[in-house]
């Protein structure tokens, strides 16, 4: 990596923990949910700073399908428990919904389909997720009781849809409603079941959802040495918390607003400029707002954002660990070189996962980061290890190792000084294209299929040889440089998709697990098929546009780099 020293060691010894912590005061005066008026506040408060910084500033309204979960409780047995319900689950009726209980333990897709769940209420082990809200609603369950890890409940969104739903996606919101109790509560429950099968449980839920009005903030820190067809660095963190959320994300927006007051002082060192969007609607909008944001700006990103970093839960107490960040196989070198510099750790370079506001992918954009550092040693059933705190009230200041805080944000702050002032962008797109030969090398096609991938492999061979001649030209001249960032921007808007997306570019897959390269999925389902010629036949169509679909896009990105 080259870059400007001076730029970069001012960059990283200018960051204050002080500063950082003051604006964490700051932000635990307020609970943050998604459309209300102290997220407003929050947010106005994060503008009138970055507008003292020097950067350009505006504030977006959208509409947002947005779920804030109220009063919960439930009854068994003579007795209340404790509960909390969640974000798109369904409200119950005002006397509450009563059911038999059928216990699922972790509830697999298998003891599902082995059980008959129809208008019952289900008992399963761990936190509420999209996943269970979508397999209770293809098995015609009507609740849900979630039995947390340990005593702490952890609020959740359990739609599956990637933000605001549509006329194709509104049928696949949830259709139960739900709640989670401590994991001593849900002992008792079932021990009792065990004594006594049919026994009836009645969950009590409120949960308020709609439609509302909620802010994206837009600030922008230009270059000012910058060429007139410079693209820029989208960096992005989500501002709507549960409770206070100082870690999530708190500490995050925080690392925006820091990173950023350096880079201000130092902007003549800049080749690209730097776009920082602060997001409502991840918490209980499921990314609804940089989902509307891409939509909204869908042909501006394609044409002028080179790449997207994200920021969640800077700082936690306890999170250690930073070798298992995500990146992009493209920026997965540069990230392990930056993580290495500061923290002396390995890095095992992580795929990007379906979370942390990743809306952008169909675009075409790679993306860095998202939660950069977490607990070494993850506790059973809480995502992401971000510790027993994450998405319960107790996420709090106290919460924030200062010393880890610093180091998140100087890694972030060192990314990004090479993002915007490296003469050309870090992006290894021959290894992605590597990664893309690897995964097709994998598939076996049944003899009986007349399906054929040696031209595809063909194909990515050559666009591997050719990138990696790309990548070790010699430039003379910032117009050489420049020329080189558009490339590989327009060569990314053909393999993005490929690696993180099933299908359109203008459509956003669900929020559930991807597998690598989704685009290749109907070519593996076929070459797994084991259940005759008739099946193969079915899979045939799906999978052979698939493989039109990725000699088009490879074929297209080929033309681009040997033009």
Same mark, same amino acid.
């Given at each position: 990596?080259? $870059? ?27 609970? *943050? =949910? ?20 020097? #950067? ?5 309204? %959208? ?15 003579? *007795? ?17 919904? &009563? ?6 333990? @972790?509830? @697999? ?20 997720? +999209? ?65 006594? +099968?049919?026994?009836?449980?009645? $969950? %009590? ?10 802010? $994206? ?6 270059? *000012?040495?910058? +060429? ?10 989500? %501002? ?14 925080? &690392? ?66 930073? @070798? &298992? ?33 990743? @809306? ?76 893309? =030969? ?14 054929? #991938? ?8 050559? =666009?591997?040889? !050719? ?8 430039? !003379? ?12 921007? #327009? ?30 999925? +109907? $070519? ?40």
């Amino acid at each position: 990596m080259k $870059i400007n020293t001076e730029f970069l060691n001012n960059l990283i010894s200018q960051i204050s923990t002080d500063q950082m912590m003051e604006h964490l005061q700051e932000f635990s005066r307020w609970k *943050k =949910l998604a459309g209300t008026k102290e997220e407003a506040q929050s947010l106005n408060y994060i503008r009138g700073v970055l507008d003292s910084y020097g #950067l350009s500033t505006t504030l977006l309204y %959208h509409d947002a399908f947005i779920s804030l979960p109220e009063a919960a409780h439930l009854e068994f047995n003579g *007795k209340r428990f404790k509960a909390i319900t969640h974000s798109m689950a369904l409200p119950t009726p005002e006397a509450g919904l &009563t059911r038999k209980i059928v216990d699922l333990g @972790s509830a @697999s897709q298998a003891t599902f389909n082995a059980t008959d769940v129809r208008n019952q209420i289900v008992l399963i082990d761990g936190m509420a997720t +999209p996943e269970m809200a979508k397999r209770c609603r293809h098995a015609g369950a009507v609740g849900q009781i979630h039995i947390s890890p340990h005593e702490y409940l952890h609020e959740m969104c359990l739609s599956p849809v990637w933000g605001n739903p549509d006329f194709e996606t509104v049928k696949n919101l949830p259709t139960s409603s739900a709640v989670t109790l401590s994991d001593e509560d849900g002992k008792k429950i079932r021990e009792q079941l065990t004594i006594t +099968p049919d026994l009836p449980a009645t $969950i %009590h839920a409120k949960v308020d959802t709609g439609w509302r009005k909620t802010p $994206i903030l837009i600030a922008d820190l230009e270059a *000012k040495n910058a +060429p007139e067809d410079a693209p820029y660095i989208l960096f992005s963190g989500h %501002h709507d918390t549960w409770y206070e959320g100082v870690m999530d994300n708190g500490s995050a927006n925080a &690392t925006m607003m820091e990173v950023t007051r350096c880079m201000a002082k130092n902007r003549n060192a800049m080749k690209r400029h730097l776009r920082l969007c602060f997001w409502s609607g991840h918490s209980q909008g499921r990314y609804s707002g940089s989902t509307w944001f891409a939509d909204k700006y869908w042909h501006e990103l394609h044409r002028d954002c080179a790449v997207h970093v994200n920021v969640d839960s800077t700082g936690g107490e306890g999170n250690s660990l930073l @070798s &298992t960040a995500p990146a992009a196989t493209e920026l997965s070198e540069f990230a392990q070189e930056v993580i290495k510099q500061h923290s002396g750790q390995g890095y095992d370079g992580n795929r990007m996962a379906r979370n942390s506001d990743q @809306s952008f992918w169909g675009i075409g954009i790679p993306s860095l980061f998202g939660i950069l550092s977490c607990q070494p040693n993850e506790t059973v059933g809480v995502r992401n290890a971000l510790g027993w705190w994450w998405h319960t009230p107790y996420d709090k200041i106290e919460r924030i190792n200062p010393a880890f805080l610093l180091r998140d944000t100087q890694i972030y702050a060192h990314a990004l000084a090479h993002l915007v002032s490296d003469p050309y962008l870090p992006l290894n797109i021959a290894a992605q294209v590597a990664d893309l =030969l690897s995964n097709i090398a994998e598939i076996q096609l049944p003899s009986e299929c007349d399906l054929s #991938l040696s031209a595809l492999h063909t194909e990515v061979e050559e =666009l591997h040889k !050719e990138m990696v001649g790309f990548q070790e030209q010699r430039l !003379e001249s910032p117009e050489a440089y420049l020329k080189r960032d558009r490339t590989l921007m #327009l060569v990314s808007r053909q393999l993005v998709p490929l690696d993180y997306t099933y299908g359109d570019q203008h459509s956003h897959d669900p929020a559930l697990p991807l597998p690598k390269w989704p685009s290749l999925e +109907p $070519i593996r389902n076929l070459a797994g098929e084991t259940r005759g010629a008739d099946a193969l036949r079915l899979h045939l169509g799906l999978a052979t546009r698939s493989l039109n679909r990725l000699l088009s896009n490879v074929r297209i990105a080929r033309a681009l780099v040997t033009a």
